[in-house]
């Protein structure tokens, strides 16, 4: 099976876990970023078959799909930072829309069986009304991220109505998950990775939004929805009378504020006292509200959520901890998994 974004902090998760499982993965992504530290420590150069290239690159990423001509595609690449969305809004849009289309056409072309599409709950219209946003809901976006969210389900939809639609069973699908966290994280202007860094250096933390509300769950959660769905369309078990869509995110009770949120990380950490500071001056629009209705998932999939507020906080402080312990960190990647599991 071949999955995208490889090298970023869902990618490796997935690649790690399908590797565990006893997949034969072939990824492709950019090469890791300077700072990042989930590929190098999960050992996946060695684990999978890496491809580096840049999904924009049309020719090159088919080369790779026709040679390797896998079972399923996971698709996760993507520009993952709403800053850097309005800093770089081309390359945003290039990757995220045009990169994504390269995916699908690939798919297409080379007669690939399955393959599950992964975008962003930022894909519907978010009016900061207080709801929680289902697969039918309309989508669309205020903001250069959030609307090259929506640009990617509105071509998956049309490539899978154009393509994929009369077949007995869904065997395309795409996937749209809430605000996710977890160990190994480390881009620059997200939430958990600032926390960290801040606690580590002994510094403020700059909170942009911390009024603003998003699902949290941990990273597992919207990873074993994905792996759900990949094994249900694997098995011809799912009826085409379905819409190809499916969200995943926490139960209500863990949508909380960026404050919220960070407080919780911090008290984890035992560092009840450290400094938060308001950036009064950021620039950026993101929504306040944000919950999605996983009442699909549930009844069609029999998947839910596993993980409390508490515990997905507990997890996310257990392994930065055990990373900046210098601890085997596959041995304990591979603990999180199987306590997840057994929860």
């Known amino acids: 099976m071949l999955v995208t974004g490889t090298t970023g902090f869902k990618g490796s998760w997935l690649a790690f876990w399908l590797q565990q499982l006893g997949a034969k993965v072939?990824?492709?992504?950019?090469?890791?970023?300077?700072?990042?530290?989930?590929?190098?420590?999960?050992?996946?150069?060695?684990?999978?078959?890496?491809?580096f290239l840049d999904i924009r690159n049309f020719k090159k990423l088919n080369y790779i799909v026709k040679k390797e001509k896998p079972d399923i595609i996971?698709?996760?690449?993507?520009?993952?930072?709403?800053?850097?969305?309005?800093?770089?809004?081309?390359?945003?849009?290039?990757?995220?829309?045009?990169?994504?289309?390269?995916?699908?056409?690939?798919?297409?072309?080379?007669?690939?069986?399955?393959?599950?599409?992964?975008?962003?709950d930022k894909c519907y219209l978010n009016l900061d009304k207080n709801k929680n946003y289902k697969e039918t809901d309309i989508l669309g976006g205020l903001d250069n991220y959030s609307s090259s969210k929506a640009s990617a389900e509105l071509i998956f939809s049309s490539y899978f109505n154009s393509y994929f639609k009369n077949k007995d069973y869904l065997s395309t699908v795409s996937a749209r998950a809430g605000n996710v966290i977890g160990g190994g994280d480390m881009k620059i202007n997200r939430i958990v990775p600032d926390i960290i860094k801040s606690l580590f250096n002994n510094e403020s933390l700059i909170l942009r939004n911390p009024k603003a509300t998003r699902p949290w769950q941990h990273v597992l959660e919207p990873l074993s929805?994905?792996?759900?769905?990949?094994?249900?369309?694997?098995?011809?078990?799912?009826?085409?009378?379905?819409?190809?869509?499916?969200?995943?995110?926490?139960?209500?009770?863990?949508?909380?504020?960026?404050?919220?949120?960070?407080?919780?990380?911090?008290?984890?950490?035992?560092?009840?006292?450290?400094?938060?500071?308001?950036?009064?001056?950021?620039?950026?629009?993101?929504?306040?509200?944000?919950?999605?209705?996983?009442?699909?998932?549930?009844?069609?999939?029999k998947w839910q959520p596993r993980l409390d507020l508490k515990d997905t906080v507990k997890f996310t402080v257990d392994w930065y901890k055990n990373y900046l312990n210098d601890q085997d960190m596959v041995k304990f990647t591979k603990e999180q998994i199987q306590e997840y599991l057994d929860n």
Request: glycine share 4%; with cysteine.
């Open 26 to 51: 072939i990824g492709v992504s950019l090469k890791p970023e300077r700072d990042a530290i989930l590929f190098n420590n999960l050992e996946l150069k060695k684990r999978i078959k890496q491809y």
């Open 74 to 120: 996971f698709h996760l690449a993507a520009q993952s930072i709403v800053s850097e969305s309005f800093k770089n809004p081309l390359s945003t849009f290039q990757t995220n829309v045009l990169g994504s289309t390269n995916i699908l056409e690939c798919y297409r072309i080379n007669n690939i069986s399955k393959l599950v599409f992964i975008t962003s």
């Open 225 to 301: 929805g994905y792996l759900l769905l990949g094994h249900k369309i694997l098995h011809k078990k799912l009826n085409n009378r379905l819409l190809p869509s499916w969200n995943f995110g926490p139960e209500t009770k863990n949508c909380k504020s960026v404050g919220e949120i960070s407080r919780k990380v911090i008290n984890s950490w035992g560092k009840i006292n450290h400094r938060i500071k308001i950036d009064k001056k950021n620039l950026y629009h993101e929504s306040k509200l944000l919950s999605l209705n996983i009442q699909k998932a549930k009844k069609e999939l």
